[in-house]
């Protein structure tokens, strides 16, 4: 599979409203990631800072939930390959057979006790969501771990609609309880969402089997230095594919799609069908229509999409991941009685977020470099050959030459308010995937002074590469800025800084 050299973001056509891998594929497919920059609207050249919604300064106040959920991690059996294979000792968040997908409404709180049924210390990490601090769910910076059979209560209230994403994330020890199945979806509808028939949430996980169909074992240095734990079964909301998704004739589907592989990162494709993306990790777009039906989806990406089935039944269309000759991960059926089409408005953007600033004034920001290194640097020419790493199993990858420490400063400290733009250079062999942790960035274009047109918290840059992100650090606290592959957050690429 081949694939253009990386861009950070999902090209676009125009705004407008509207099974098993073989290795090879496996490490071919973990490089051929993203696609060219998007073109971004028309812009002055003096102008120096980025549009977006309305402010609001004021913190989001805690509303009293109405009962707390409670949910158990532990062990279960789960069939990741299409019968007759043997199902597979895994571990769940609650008693379903999918991973959770817990639903709310904006301004209704979220109250969800964590029971720790496995041998590994846990935290769950509410992936895009600007939490209170204490909440965001990394143990062992912004909580203590849950230690095996302790418990510990999240509490809190979204400031914004969207989709975001559940992980297990603690300091040393967040790729096995993820590669293990502990993963879920926070969906925070907006008070006015668009009218649909169906709203449907699609999570995306792989799985690293034996021939038996069991999970081989964790904490191989080699994985963690390279391209990560990479998976040679893949799942959709915990089912071996491809899903069946079925709807009636000319209705209009909301699909909310996230990656929680531990290190896969791969493109989708949408055949027969035409999509309108209407958010990209969690906050609102002008809707557009991806350039050849494509998208890049790296670990810790969601995408919110809109689309209206065919007024005829029968096979619609399909959801492909771009690995090897393709992979379809869920087919689109139409039937059933048709949904009347009178009245009917064309598909638009969904309305803005008014709790995020209306511009980022760069010219008082606060700026510093960033410079990711470590890892194993792979032979070009022999894609899949492993290349040994000589160095301490703990400390593999470093951001400004220190690995992540749990005790370690904050790489900066800021006023509540304070702009901050970061110049992240990846000079490490490999794509690499970061999450800004309690807030949002805008993706800056380093030829001008114009951005990307999304609000995003999870990004890639290339090997060899450079990336400039600006964002108001609003909310206070000691965050992390860290890698979504998480062996390689496991290993030390990570680093935190302050909002005082």
Wanted: aromatic share 6%; net charge neutral.
């Amino acid at each position: 599979m081949s694939a253009p050299e990386a861009p950070n973001e999902p090209m676009r056509e125009d705004a407008r409203t509207a099974g098993d891998l073989s290795r090879r594929a496996l490490i071919v497919g973990s490089a051929a990631l993203m696609l060219a920059p998007l073109p971004a609207p028309a812009q002055s050249p003096a102008r120096k800072s980025a549009p977006a919604a309305k402010p609001a300064d004021a913190p989001v106040p805690e509303a009293k939930p109405s009962e707390t959920m409670s949910l158990k991690a532990g062990p279960a059996q789960a069939r990741l390959r299409p019968e007759p294979a043997a199902e597979t000792q895994v571990w769940r968040l609650g008693d379903g057979a999918a991973p959770p997908v817990i639903r709310i409404k904006l301004g209704e709180a979220v109250r969800l006790r964590l029971e720790n049924g496995t041998d590994k210390p846990l935290s769950l990490h509410w992936h895009g969501v600007r939490n209170r601090n204490p909440m965001d769910g990394v143990g062992g910076v912004t909580q203590a771990p849950i230690g095996p059979g302790q418990d510990f209560t999240y509490e809190f209230t979204p400031p914004d609609a969207g989709t975001f994403l559940i992980r297990p994330l603690v300091i040393g020890g967040a790729s096995e309880p993820s590669g293990r199945g502990l993963a879920g979806l926070l969906v925070v509808e907006e008070r006015s969402p668009p009218p649909v028939e169906q709203d449907v949430a699609l999570l995306l996980q792989d799985w690293r089997l034996d021939e038996a169909g069991a999970l081989l074992p964790f904490g191989q240095v080699a994985f963690a230095a390279s391209a990560g734990r990479l998976g040679s079964a893949v799942t959709l909301n915990g089912q071996a594919i491809p899903l069946k998704l079925e709807g009636r004739p000319g209705s209009r589907l909301r699909l909310r799609l996230a990656n929680a592989c531990n290190a896969r990162a791969t493109r989708i494709r949408f055949d027969g069908v035409k999509v309108y993306v209407a958010a990209v990790d969690g906050q609102p777009a002008d809707t557009f229509e991806p350039l050849k039906a494509t998208l890049p989806f790296a670990p810790g990406t969601r995408y919110d999409l809109l689309l209206d089935l065919p007024t005829q039944s029968g096979p619609a269309g399909a959801i492909m991941a771009l690995l090897g000759q393709g992979l379809p991960l869920a087919n689109l059926i139409v039937a059933g009685d048709p949904v009347t089409q009178a009245g009917r408005s064309p598909i638009a953007s969904i309305p803005e977020n008014k709790r995020l600033p209306d511009e980022i004034r760069l010219q008082t920001a606060f700026r510093r470099d960033l410079v990711l290194t470590g890892g194993v640097k792979p032979d070009r020419a022999k894609p899949g050959d492993d290349t040994p790493y000589v160095g301490d199993p703990a400390k593999i990858w470093q951001v400004n030459g220190a690995s992540g420490a749990s005790g370690a400063p904050p790489l900066f400290t800021v006023k509540r308010g304070q702009v901050v733009v970061l110049t992240i250079r990846n000079d490490t062999g490999f794509p690499q995937i970061l999450h800004l942790h309690g807030h949002v960035f805008r993706l800056l274009h380093l030829l001008d002074d114009g951005w990307e047109p999304y609000w995003l918290d999870t990004m890639q840059i290339p090997e060899n590469r450079h990336a400039q992100i600006a964002f108001v650090a609003d909310n206070p606290g000691r965050w992390l800025l860290s890698s979504t592959v998480l062996e390689r957050f496991d290993t030390g690429l990570w680093t935190s800084f302050e909002v005082s």
